[in-house]
């Protein structure tokens, strides 16, 4: 009998808002397996501290390249993919020989998450069984105190990474918004949501559910970059009796 | 000392995807409250059985009005409103003798939730607290087996009680695509993904995470109209290395 890969997610970052579902899987599980930068600790790896079994066998996943390639390059492709059929082989072989493994997925595994790269080429092989999750957005306008959507507003979720003529355009239709994916396109997405009329309506929110959370109006936030779990809200303002 | 509100949110369906923090509360909480159609058990309230003390005080909140009354008729808002501040006045009474209170929550508290209308309420006066939790459409593409955004696809959630021409907009315009409150809306809402061109890659799930699941493409379902949790997703196609 091969071995499970269960593909879970972790949530926003506070162990406390894992799923009981994910909290058992992590807790029992003598195979984890986890995505990080090259170098470092790996943020999937940090929230689960203290949480594994004692015998745990890890198995790092680390990206040959983040950053440091541009998207539009074809060799940031080409590495990635290699990437991901390597770990695809790793997992698959130890499935192969009846083990069961948790790919700890920071977030939901299905929203934006790398473990999607993963899944794809797992899919066709092994028993591949994902966990949902509360996601990075829903923690984020938990910390924010105020509800995101109301009645039938739309809600928008977008990245940074777009230009900005795309951006414009959809922060304009949406009712309410969430950008995430900002770090260096911060002046990009503040010159859209100026653009759109609602850089005054929108909230930045840094490590929400973690610790250091901040939660502020954009417009008092001065610098030209943001660590990477920032999250930039606009609330909905639809009908509510 | 007053007592807190905990704004429980208790995920989409399955107990065992609540969060770890909702689970403590739910299971410890002697006071809880939850909202219901007059004559119904409660959704939300059907999701904690077998987790309640045995010396649980249960405060069912019974709309006065679901569908009987148009949205657009003002003793909608009124009766509804009415209800929200009575709801208000007993769990503020409560508090006030210094008794926690956990009002169960279906999905996300701050997503399209009856409890926002609650909560707005509640804070002038009450330490209200509100825990975030996987939501249906995380449960709903996850139940589809396929991931809902890749790279930077544009993510709407849109509600079918938007008039078709405002849907065929958001819909076109999206890359992925979340459906809600559909139900008698669902001739309009088939209109509006036609319009869009997108109604091959329409999937219908149908109780996301509870008994009964059901994951179909929509141009296999040929009622006129759907229950209460049913979710049409289309997903995105970006960029995967």
Same mark, same amino acid.
């Given at each position: ?41 790996g943020r999937a790896r940090s929230i689960v501290n203290g949480m594994l079994r004692e015998d745990v ?25 290699? %990437? *991901? ?8 072989? =130890?499935? +192969? /020989?009846?083990?069961?493994? #948790? !790919? ?6 299905? %929203? *934006? ?8 080429? =797992?899919? +066709? /092989?092994?028993?591949?069984? #994902? !966990? ?7 923690a984020a306008w938990n910390a924010s105190g105020v509800p995101i959507t109301w009645g039938d507003d739309?809600?928008?979720? #977008? ?48 490590y929400a559910s973690m610790e250091g959370q901040t939660v502020r109006p954009l417009s008092e936030f ?20």
């Amino acid at each position: 009998m091969n071995g499970v890969i269960h593909g879970v997610g972790l949530g926003p970052g506070d162990p406390d808002l894992m799923s009981v579902r994910a909290d058992r899987l992590v807790r029992g599980s003598k195979h984890i397996a986890f995505f990080r930068k090259l170098g470092r600790k790996g943020r999937a790896r940090s929230i689960v501290n203290g949480m594994l079994r004692e015998d745990v066998i890890e198995f790092a996943m680390e990206y040959p390249v983040t950053t440091e390639i541009p998207l539009s390059d074809p060799r940031y492709n080409e590495a990635l993919s290699g %990437f *991901y059929e390597d770990c695809k082989t790793h997992l698959c072989a =130890l499935s +192969a /020989t009846g083990e069961d493994v #948790v !790919v700890l997925c920071e977030g939901d595994p299905f %929203f *934006y998450g790398s473990f999607m790269h993963l899944f794809t080429r =797992l899919q +066709a /092989t092994c028993d591949v069984q #994902v !966990v949902p999750a509360i996601t990075g957005m829903s923690a984020a306008w938990n910390a924010s105190g105020v509800p995101i959507t109301w009645g039938d507003d739309i809600l928008s979720t #977008v990245m940074g990474t777009l230009d900005e003529a795309t951006l414009t355009d959809a922060m304009t239709r949406a009712d309410a918004l969430v950008v995430m994916k900002i770090g260096r396109n911060l002046p990009k997405v503040r010159r859209a949501l100026a653009n759109a009329g609602k850089s005054d309506r929108a909230v930045l929110v840094e490590y929400a559910s973690m610790e250091g959370q901040t939660v502020r109006p954009l417009s008092e936030f001065t610098s030209e970059t943001l660590p990477y779990f920032s999250i930039i809200l606009v609330h909905g303002q639809g009908r509510r009796p």
